[in-house]
């Protein structure tokens, strides 16, 4: 299966503040890239999509993307307690597959 | 919008016991289909996915098997069950057309003893 790098966490950020996570992908050919939110014991649910290079922007969430670099990232803006969950990384060539990473686990603390 | 239904939710079975886990899909018509399965801890992995009735590819080498006997249902299946075949089992179909995302139903927790 294709290689999709993710820091296991868990990443602890304050109520209010910023939170950044990071993904890195083996596979040039991936043209789209998702990020989902899990709660413990749920399936995943969709937060953002990005197909092109550059800053994706979504209420408080921004996803990035640099091709070249192979690298896609996620910030959570004002973090709130409700966003602690864990945040997986998913990429797909042509739709037809789709590989995730591992997750990060993030913990936003009152 | 698509709708998945998994069943059933919790099992738990014995080691070398057969499986089977059923996903069907309301909402849709020839949906691309995944079985994922999610490890304690890990992320998930792609177990097989289906294009249409009977068109089944596998990802990775194993004791289950998948198929696809009508559009809208997806079956997962083993004739003996290894220790590792504990986790969360979850169905996905594409979203369509335009929005490439995946819904997943609400998963089936295996334990294997």
């Known amino acids: 299966q294709k290689e999709v790098e993710q820091n296991s966490g868990p990443l602890s950020v304050p109520e209010g503040a910023i939170a950044s996570l990071n993904c890195t992908y083996s596979?040039?050919?991936?043209?789209?890239f998702f990020w989902y939110r899990q709660y413990s014991g749920k399936s995943p649910e969709l937060i953002m999509f990005?197909?092109?290079?550059g800053d994706k922007e979504d209420g408080r969430f921004t996803a990035q993307l640099n091709k070249a670099s192979q690298y896609v990232s996620l910030l959570i803006r004002d973090s709130q307690p409700s966003d602690s969950a864990t945040y997986l990384c998913?990429?797909?060539?042509?739709?037809?597959?789709?590989?995730f990473g591992s997750g990060t686990k993030l913990n936003v603390k009152p | 919008s698509q709708t998945i239904h998994q069943w059933p939710a919790t099992l738990v079975q014995p080691v070398g016991s057969p499986l089977s886990l059923e996903c069907t899909v309301e909402?849709?018509?020839?949906?691309?289909l995944y079985w994922y399965r999610q490890a304690a801890g890990r992320g998930l992995q792609l177990l097989f996915y289906?294009?249409?009735?009977?068109?089944i590819s596998s990802e990775v080498p194993q004791n289950l098997s998948a198929s696809r006997p009508q559009d809208r249902q997806f079956i997962l299946s083993s004739k003996k069950l290894l220790l590792s075949d504990s986790g969360f089992y979850l169905c996905?179909?594409?979203?369509?057309?335009?929005?490439?995302?995946?819904?997943f139903g609400e998963g089936s927790r295996l334990t294997v003893l």
């Open positions: 990005i197909y092109s290079n």
């Open positions: 596979d040039r050919g991936s043209q789209s």
């Open positions: 289906s294009v249409g009735i009977g068109q």
């Open positions: 996905a179909c594409l979203g369509l057309v335009g929005s490439g995302e995946l819904f």
């Open positions: 998913a990429v797909t060539y042509n739709f037809n597959k789709f590989y």
């Open positions: 909402g849709t018509s020839n949906p691309n």
